[in-house]
């Protein structure tokens, strides 16, 4: 068997195994100004609920937003809502300065940076930003759901490779049957795009596939070259 194939075959089982698929996407760009409570994105149709067990992935770029340190108070987020009721917002909360989630178990949580203010965890919201946001929900039947936040992950390299200084965890009520864009407040708004809902981090645009085991490889190229003392009896 020839080993580029065999290498081939080691990134399909892996692409294929996590069965994978971006749910939606919407390229945008969408503007975000004094919304109040916001609409649902056009054409999103997904939703969660209190019995789901899945993960999601969710993800949205921020450029230069006119809503920023320099005007608050003000609040901006991708938030998820259920029938009506606020959950949980990924962006700006009216209390916090910096990069941050409201809807959240205990309140409001700063977004760890791996650019951080001097002596200080998180990042302000600055006009010059260009930031990449992917939040991860592994949800939970019965309670909170789990939450990962990167905040400017390196899009080149695997989940599992990101520095853990640009993650934050936390607990929420991630339950949802909209998607909205909103902000409000002192600033002139937030404009999003590269907006995708998928199954998997791996999906274009969240993060890169991992790259196969060492011990898988060798023993699909094991496998290849049994193949040919095989076929050379």
Same mark, same amino acid.
């Given at each position: 068997?020839?080993?580029?194939?065999?290498? =081939?075959? #080691?990134?399909?089982? #892996?692409?294929? =195994?996590?069965?994978?698929? #971006?749910?939606? &996407?919407?390229?945008?760009?969408?503007?975000?100004?004094?919304?109040?409570?916001?609409?649902?994105?056009?054409?999103?149709?997904?939703?969660?609920?209190?019995?789901?067990?899945?993960?999601?992935?969710?993800?949205?770029?921020?450029?230069?937003?006119?809503?920023?340190?320099?005007?608050?108070?003000?609040?901006?987020?991708?938030?998820?809502?259920?029938?009506?009721?606020?959950?949980?917002?990924?962006?700006?909360?009216?209390?916090?300065?910096?990069?941050?989630?409201?809807?959240?178990?205990?309140?409001?949580?700063?977004?760890?940076?791996?650019?951080?203010?001097?002596?200080?965890?998180?990042?302000? #919201?600055?006009?010059?930003?260009?930031?990449?946001?992917?939040?991860?929900?592994?949800?939970?039947? %019965?309670?909170?759901?789990?939450?990962?936040?990167?905040?400017?992950?390196?899009?080149?390299?695997?989940?599992?490779?990101?520095?853990?200084?640009?993650?934050?965890?936390?607990?929420?009520?991630? =339950?949802?049957?909209?998607?909205?864009?909103?902000?409000?407040? %002192?600033?002139?708004?937030?404009?999003?795009?590269?907006?995708?809902?998928?199954? &998997?981090?791996?999906?274009?645009?969240?993060?890169?596939?991992?790259?196969? &085991?060492?011990?898988?490889?060798?023993?699909?190229?094991?496998?290849?070259?049994?193949?040919?003392?095989?076929?050379?009896?």
């Amino acid at each position: 068997m020839n080993p580029r194939f065999v290498i =081939s075959l #080691v990134f399909a089982a #892996v692409v294929s =195994s996590s069965g994978a698929a #971006v749910l939606y &996407s919407n390229g945008g760009p969408i503007t975000a100004n004094e919304t109040g409570a916001g609409v649902n994105l056009a054409d999103f149709s997904l939703a969660r609920n209190n019995g789901a067990t899945d993960t999601l992935y969710f993800r949205y770029f921020l450029g230069s937003p006119a809503s920023n340190m320099e005007n608050e108070n003000y609040f901006a987020a991708m938030q998820l809502f259920e029938s009506g009721a606020e959950r949980l917002g990924v962006g700006n909360a009216w209390s916090a300065w910096a990069y941050s989630a409201f809807g959240v178990s205990g309140g409001d949580r700063d977004l760890n940076s791996a650019t951080p203010e001097p002596g200080a965890p998180y990042q302000l #919201v600055k006009g010059a930003d260009n930031t990449q946001i992917v939040f991860r929900i592994d949800y939970v039947a %019965g309670g909170d759901d789990n939450v990962t936040v990167w905040l400017n992950p390196d899009l080149s390299l695997p989940e599992a490779a990101q520095a853990t200084a640009l993650r934050t965890t936390f607990a929420a009520n991630a =339950s949802f049957n909209e998607l909205r864009l909103r902000e409000g407040g %002192g600033g002139a708004g937030w404009t999003f795009t590269n907006i995708a809902v998928a199954t &998997s981090g791996t999906d274009t645009g969240f993060f890169a596939v991992p790259e196969p &085991s060492g011990a898988l490889l060798a023993g699909l190229a094991g496998g290849g070259l049994l193949m040919r003392r095989r076929r050379a009896r």
